[in-house]
């Protein structure tokens, strides 16, 4: 029997249900079930998440200790929530396929974008935009510094609902890829469309160039136990070697700023040419800073730390 552990959300057990689906079609000769846990960031629910004196590893630590004490043996997380540092005896043992990494600005129908205008740009002067990340906040701001930026906590669903029922928001913004792994889609590309969504909500995903996503975004983390050939033989069956360079450069540059999953730092790698391209923007100064460094693949980690350490 081998237990992959996760949290209990909409979100995370979609996710969770993707890998279990992964594991059953390459090992059908192995059991596998999932173990669902709360995590301390699952418990506070009223907590900002921009809040500097969080505990870290809000949405692992339980399951971690779970990974640890052996009633788990694969972790599956979102990997822009998964700490850099990793406790002992514990490592990332394999990356999913990325999916989109976009961000997405969701709002009430109203008028139409135009074709190549800016989703921030399009929002109605002095709008309310609820968030619960410092690196969207930051971004929102520096593009619209006339927009009041406001936390929202909850699932996808709860921020949808939330959105559709509080007059006061006029958006929110959310990942692609976790509306996607949900199955919400948009029709006639931008009204959005699925189970329980409320009606009359459009969705327009946000240019990387205008919005870094987080460290990881859209990325899955396998984690594991070290020195058990087991469950590395499992994980190498799930690991995207593409995916894990990029997230490689991006975990690195991310540590070398400090570590936290909620800083104000934003950072996207991406394979062209056989080179891994690296960029990234910091709001952790007064002033924004951008940067890119471009190099091999098995420069990764040292591809980050050196933009890192530009930006730092």
Same mark, same amino acid.
């Given at each position: 029997m081998i237990r992959i552990a996760t949290r209990?959300?909409?979100?995370?057990?979609?996710?969770?249900?993707?890998?279990?689906?992964?594991?059953?079609a390459a090992f059908p000769g192995e059991t596998f079930e999932l173990n669902i846990i709360k995590t301390t960031g699952?418990?506070?629910?009223?907590a900002s998440l921009a809040s500097a004196n969080l505990p870290k590893g809000l949405f692992t630590k339980e399951i971690e200790e779970a990974l640890l004490d052996g009633s788990g043996d694969l972790a599956v997380h979102s990997l822009k929530d998964l700490?850099?540092?990793?406790?002992?005896?514990?490592?990332?043992? $394999?990356?999913?396929? /990325?999916?989109?990494?976009?961000d997405v600005i969701v709002r009430r129908a109203g008028a $139409?974008?135009?074709?190549?205008?800016? &989703?921030?740009?399009?929002?109605? /002067?002095?709008?309310?935009?609820? =968030?619960?990340?410092?690196?969207?906040?930051?971004?929102?701001?520096?593009? /619209?510094?006339?927009?009041?930026?406001?936390?929202?906590?909850?699932?996808?669903? =709860? #921020?949808?609902r939330k959105l559709a029922e509080q007059t006061e928001l006029d958006a929110i913004v959310l990942a692609a890829a976790g509306l996607e792994r949900l199955h919400f889609s948009t029709v006639?590309? =931008?009204?959005?469309?699925?189970a329980d969504v409320p009606e009359g909500l459009i969705a327009t995903p946000i240019p990387v160039v205008e919005m870094?996503?987080?460290?990881?975004?859209?990325?899955?983390?396998?984690?594991?136990?070290?020195?058990? &050939? /087991?469950?590395? #033989?499992?994980?190498?069956?799930?690991?995207? &070697?593409? =995916?894990q360079a990029c997230v490689t450069a991006e975990r690195a540059f991310l540590r070398?700023?400090?570590?936290?999953?909620?800083?104000?730092?934003?950072?996207?790698?991406?394979?062209?040419?056989?080179?891994?391209?690296?960029?990234?923007?910091s709001f952790l100064?007064?002033? &924004?800073?951008?940067?890119?460094r471009s190099g091999a693949v098995i420069e990764a980690a040292g591809l980050g730390e050196a933009l890192a350490g530009e930006l730092r």
């Amino acid at each position: 029997m081998i237990r992959i552990a996760t949290r209990g959300s909409a979100l995370a057990l979609a996710q969770a249900n993707m890998v279990l689906a992964q594991c059953r079609a390459a090992f059908p000769g192995e059991t596998f079930e999932l173990n669902i846990i709360k995590t301390t960031g699952d418990k506070l629910q009223t907590a900002s998440l921009a809040s500097a004196n969080l505990p870290k590893g809000l949405f692992t630590k339980e399951i971690e200790e779970a990974l640890l004490d052996g009633s788990g043996d694969l972790a599956v997380h979102s990997l822009k929530d998964l700490p850099t540092e990793l406790p002992a005896g514990l490592k990332l043992g $394999a990356v999913s396929t /990325r999916a989109d990494v976009r961000d997405v600005i969701v709002r009430r129908a109203g008028a $139409a974008i135009a074709d190549g205008q800016s &989703p921030i740009a399009d929002l109605p /002067r002095g709008a309310t935009v609820a =968030t619960s990340s410092t690196r969207r906040r930051a971004q929102l701001l520096h593009a /619209r510094p006339d927009l009041k930026i406001v936390e929202i906590r909850g699932n996808v669903g =709860t #921020r949808l609902r939330k959105l559709a029922e509080q007059t006061e928001l006029d958006a929110i913004v959310l990942a692609a890829a976790g509306l996607e792994r949900l199955h919400f889609s948009t029709v006639g590309s =931008t009204q959005l469309s699925g189970a329980d969504v409320p009606e009359g909500l459009i969705a327009t995903p946000i240019p990387v160039v205008e919005m870094l996503p987080c460290v990881g975004q859209a990325a899955l983390g396998i984690e594991i136990r070290e020195n058990d &050939p /087991r469950l590395e #033989r499992i994980v190498a069956a799930l690991n995207d &070697p593409g =995916t894990q360079a990029c997230v490689t450069a991006e975990r690195a540059f991310l540590r070398g700023m400090g570590g936290g999953c909620q800083m104000a730092v934003g950072a996207w790698a991406e394979l062209r040419g056989g080179q891994l391209h690296l960029s990234a923007v910091s709001f952790l100064s007064a002033t &924004p800073r951008h940067g890119q460094r471009s190099g091999a693949v098995i420069e990764a980690a040292g591809l980050g730390e050196a933009l890192a350490g530009e930006l730092r």
